[in-house]
């Protein structure tokens, strides 16, 4: 699962370097002569128009995601692993396996917003602190970790989608029986 965030992340950080560039209309001239001018042009850009919004926004979303945290795990608990349905279909599904594997979604959902609030507010961190540096390095590390943080983002999200799926579908079946 980390390796999907991690190529997703990746995959997004080369995406928006190539729409930097084709942006900044740094292809048509791209060579060594003027590719310090390049450089800093992407870190000019970076520093006036993405440093502080990167950091008051990836902090704000490691605040919000660490205050909803224990809610959303404690109400899908209730309301979906602790219903008799998932227990039914959890043990047609796992005959053999022993109570270990039960509460595994909800682990991994745990987990996963657990490393969204860390990775959020690293990004932050990273961006108010090193990310003062004139470095052009230093600027893409910046950028990657606010990638790497949104693909953990949009995993929690979609955990999230899937536990409420299996709630409403529980709850639907609850209501005709």
Known sequence: MRWKCFTFSLFCSFSAFCIAYYYFGLYENLNFE?????????IKFYGESLRGNLFSGFLALGGFIFS??????????????DSEIYEEKWREFNKEANGETYFLPLRELNSVLYMTVLLSIFCAILNI???LLPIIMVVYICIFSAFYATGYL????????????????????KKFK
């Not at 949009?154 to 079946?173: A, C, M, P, R």
């Open 129 to 131: 602190t090193i990310g």
């Open 154 to 173: 949009v995993l929690s999200l979609w955990l999230i989608k899937g536990n409420l799926d299996t709630w409403f579908e529980y709850l639907g079946q």
């Open 68 to 81: 909803l945290k224990a809610f959303i795990l404690v109400t899908m608990k209730q309301n979906v692993y």
């Open 34 to 42: 003027n590719y310090k001018s390049i450089n800093q042009n992407i």
